[in-house]
């Protein structure tokens, strides 16, 4: 084979992809631990992990509150996917 080496990773690097799976499924069995403890009107029936960082000034105020007309407008088809696959 010829071309440049593959690089090996550190033990303390992990790929986005991981961290993304790990982290994935770290929020599951939160919502799940939650859900076995909730009322069921109080249940979270779905839900989106968004990767995107949100800044001050765009989503968030710069006391860090949420400024939901302009999350709504961002992520507006993922809130519509939400609700066509019924959780709300």
Not at 28 to 57: C, G, K, Y
Not at 80 to 86: C, F, L, V
């Amino acid at each position: 084979m010829t071309g440049a080496p593959t690089p090996r990773r550190s033990s303390r690097s992990t790929p986005a992809r991981e961290q993304n799976d790990d982290t994935r499924e770290a929020i599951l069995t939160a919502i799940e631990r939650v859900n076995t403890e909730s009322d069921p009107r109080e249940r979270i029936e779905t839900h989106a992990i968004v990767f995107d960082a949100w800044l001050p000034r765009a989503e968030l105020t710069e006391t860090l509150k949420l400024r939901r007309p302009q999350i709504a407008e961002r992520y507006a088809t993922t809130i519509e996917d939400m609700y066509a696959r019924g959780g709300g």
